[in-house]
């Protein structure tokens, strides 16, 4: 079983900044690949980023592309999302989820999730 705790949400004006982190406890968190996934109510939950168990691997959403890095620390078993140049088109609840399976972008692959952390960028 593995325990993701998310944080670093907030309101943020359109142009600048937020870093969400995502603690996880449990099972070897440093064997799995982790994502990030975001959900506007009333919208399908939308892939945003996700990186392999090493770090050497990342995947990104066109929609976020240049704008967010994903990065892990596997010493703190915890997984970050570096966003910049925010929109108001990021406001969303964030959340991450474990992989036990390979690097994916798919909802579906994703075994464990957090509970989620509020995203809102004001115009």
């Known amino acids: 079983q593995v325990q993701l705790v998310e944080s670093g949400g907030g309101l943020v004006q359109a142009g600048g900044s937020l870093r969400l982190s995502c603690a996880a406890s449990?099972?070897?968190?440093?064997?799995?690949?982790m994502g990030w996934f975001r959900q506007v109510p009333g919208k399908e939950r939308e892939f945003v980023a996700a990186?392999?168990?090493?770090?050497?691997?990342?995947l990104y959403a066109d929609s976020v592309k240049g704008r967010f890095t994903i990065s892990r620390d596997n010493a703190k078993n915890t997984v970050y999302l570096q966003m910049n140049s925010l929109k108001p088109e990021d406001t969303a609840a964030y959340t991450c989820?474990?992989?036990?399976?390979?690097?994916?972008?798919?909802?579906?692959?994703?075994?464990?999730w957090g509970q989620g952390t509020q995203v809102t960028v004001s115009s």
């Open positions: 449990g099972r070897t968190f440093s064997s799995y690949a």
């Open positions: 989820a474990v992989s036990v399976g390979q690097l994916s972008g798919t909802e579906r692959r994703y075994d464990y």
């Open positions: 990186i392999d168990w090493s770090g050497s691997r990342r």
